[in-house]
């Protein structure tokens, strides 16, 4: 594609009608996104990782058109939005498994005690969370099982940082009153 050309289109995307944007984008996407998926792949991303992602990074290009801070080409933009997705989602694949390793360590290294708190806990999560969308128990598992930072967690999610902690609140809300509800005394 011509400079120009590109220039033209990104004019269109950023300062259009709908119209313009729309077709602007529908080129663009069309013009670009194999070769996104190709770049990505030379870096050993998956075919369908790459596919992915470059879809992503082009939606991108979608959702901030009118506020695009490209200052060299266009292809550029999307490999390094694209090659910024795809470190990301290796980050955060490790840490995931970093954080697997870690649960079963603390499970191997239980006292008959802790499993029991354990296995009680997860009776109440099990219980409880029948009603918790598949956010809140995620969320809820990374803080209380997991022990990550609510921090970690909002960017994880990416959700706020209240809305974490709303979530929490609602989740520990919700199993105390299970519990209170479902008590069984000691026998």
Not at 15 to 37: C, F, H, M, P, S
Not at 67 to 96: D, E, F, H, W
């Amino acid at each position: 594609m011509e400079n120009t050309e590109e220039a033209t289109l990104l004019d269109q995307l950023n300062q259009g009608d709908e119209l313009e944007q729309t077709k602007a984008y529908t080129v663009i996407y069309e013009k670009y996104k194999r070769n996104v998926e190709m770049y990505l792949q030379v870096f050993g991303t998956s075919p369908q990782d790459a596919q992915d992602i470059a879809h992503d990074a082009l939606t991108q290009l979608w959702i901030n058109r009118g506020q695009l801070p490209i200052m060299t080409s266009l292809q550029g933009y999307l490999n390094v939005t694209a090659r910024n997705r795809s470190i990301n989602a290796i980050k955060k694949q490790q840490k995931m498994e970093k954080r697997e390793v870690i649960h079963e360590e603390r499970l191997d290294h239980c006292t008959v005690n802790e499993q029991a708190i354990r296995d009680q806990l997860n009776y109440y999560l099990h219980k409880a969370n029948a009603r918790w969308s598949e956010l809140e128990e995620s969320v809820f598992m990374d803080a209380r099982i997991y022990e990550e930072k609510h921090r970690d967690i909002a960017t994880k999610h990416d959700l706020p940082l209240v809305r974490v902690k709303n979530i929490l609140a609602k989740c520990a809300k919700s199993l105390a009153k299970f519990k209170r509800n479902n008590h069984e005394p000691n026998q």
